[in-house]
């Protein structure tokens, strides 16, 4: 790097941006021909692709159907169920796959089964048991399935639900425990293999909980309803008080504290549904009327109502947000026209950013992620040393690779076991150097 170009980044300047992010709206469109039938989100990866569901209604009147789709920036591609009729939404991964649950008809029985499905395999049928109830949540980058199903373990005179953990890859299933209590159901789980989910203690109560590979299962006290856990290891979710309402709480899996998430001036109660590594948090609140807003919580201390940060949203009644990727991009379910659908909010960029690298750990591959770039640029990916801040004499080129059509770009590598520990500075640019994102900072284990 000659000093012209080191001018060139330092002179450029990373100004932070103090104003409030803002966020334009696009709605997912619908599957259905019935403009009343409803389109409900679901997760969003850091592709920027959406997994919800759509409601259709059938050519009998009073008859309807439920699809999942996957909306892949350009529209929606349907999951069509592996026997006939629904397929419901779950969770997906940044390899574009995504998991849920459909109806199957065996033996002349209706039985729940869950899903696998991708744009080129299509929906594959997972029924885990003997008793033919399989539900699938989430779905992590090693294509690692998480859920409930019925196990054959009997108790006063009734088979129990059990969480799973299925390696697809492998075919590897495992069934995860209990607290002493008779149910467990897994939720969510991270790129470390860390599940979160609902079990009971012996006494009948019910707690959150926290799986780990090598830890095993341990109660999150104060959090019955896990909702997420983020690849920094943050759960998010929601406890009810004493007056029955919801109250939504993050957890700290390094530190075991349990924090309350606030809640904007006169709510009385909400949920956090997503959370990333960043800090944010996103859900919803109902105000003192009973009205609900989609929320969103900055470092976990913070809260905004999202409809009043997005730009183009005047027709919109943004009533809930599901989950928030790396890069800040939103999935919802909201009101336009009094019918109800999906919206992806993108953040409008000042300056082009970056994700950290997923899920941050040496000594095997992870994913980093940019956005704001012009489209099929080229993007670089640079290291800015180990200091206090980036380092521009110390800086060093990582790889190049070309962004797609809407500016976004991926970079996947091995980081070596020598980085452990290390606390790195990284950056992306174009190759003009004009373009440059925001700096992160990031402990790599």
Not at 179 to 204: P, Q
Request: charged share 15%; proline share 3%; with cysteine.
């Amino acid at each position: 790097m000659n000093l012209i170009a080191i001018f060139c980044f330092a002179a450029c300047g990373l100004v932070p941006n103090l104003a409030a992010q803002s966020y334009d709206i696009t709605e997912l469109g619908t599957l259905s021909a019935t403009p009343s039938d409803e389109v409900r989100s679901g997760d969003i990866n850091n592709l920027g692709f959406v997994h919800g569901e759509n409601d259709k209604s059938g050519t009998v009147p009073g008859t309807q159907q439920t699809r999942a789709f996957v909306w892949d920036g350009v529209t929606q591609l349907e999951v069509f169920p592996t026997f006939t009729g629904t397929t419901f939404k779950g969770r997906m991964n940044d390899l574009g796959q995504c998991v849920g649950y459909q109806p199957a008809m065996v033996g002349g029985s209706i039985e729940l089964h869950g899903y696998l499905w991708d744009s080129i395999n299509g929906t594959s049928d997972l029924d885990f048991g003997l008793r033919g109830f399989t539900r699938c949540y989430d779905i992590n980058n090693s294509e690692v399935i998480i859920g409930v199903f019925t196990s054959e373990t009997i108790i006063n005179s009734r088979y129990q639900y059990r969480g799973f953990i299925y390696d697809s890859k492998i075919d590897l299933f495992y069934e995860l425990p209990t607290l002493g209590g008779r149910e467990s159901k897994a939720i969510a789980i991270n790129d470390d293999h860390y599940v979160v989910g609902t079990t009971y203690d012996a006494s009948g109560t019910q707690l959150g909980f926290l799986w780990k590979p090598l830890g095993g299962m341990v109660a999150i006290h104060g959090m019955r309803q896990p909702q997420d856990i983020s690849d920094s290891s943050v759960v998010v979710g929601y406890d009810i008080d004493a007056s029955g309402l919801v109250q939504p709480y993050s957890y700290d899996t390094h530190s075991g504290v349990l924090s309350a998430l606030p809640l904007p001036s006169g709510y009385t109660s909400g949920a956090a549904n997503g959370n990333n590594s960043n800090g944010q948090a996103v859900g919803y609140g109902k105000d003192s009327g009973g009205v609900q807003h989609a929320l969103l919580w900055e470092d976990l201390n913070t809260v905004t109502v999202i409809a009043s940060h997005v730009n183009n949203g005047g027709a919109w009644s943004i009533t809930g947000a599901n989950n928030i990727n790396e890069l800040g991009e939103i999935s919802g379910t909201g009101l336009i026209n009094n019918a109800r659908r999906a919206y992806k909010l993108s953040p409008v960029l000042a300056q082009s950013i970056i994700s950290k690298f997923l899920p941050g750990r040496s000594g095997q591959a992870n994913k980093l992620f940019a956005l704001g770039f012009a489209p099929h640029a080229n993007v670089s990916l640079w290291y800015g040393g180990r200091g206090s801040g980036f380092d521009y004499a110390r800086l060093m080129l990582i790889t190049t690779v070309a962004a797609d059509a809407s500016g976004r770009a991926e970079f996947e590598l091995a980081l070596p076991r020598r980085l452990a520990s290390w606390n790195i500075w990284l950056m992306a640019s174009d190759a003009n150097l004009l373009n440059q994102s925001a700096t992160m900072q990031q402990l790599i284990n």
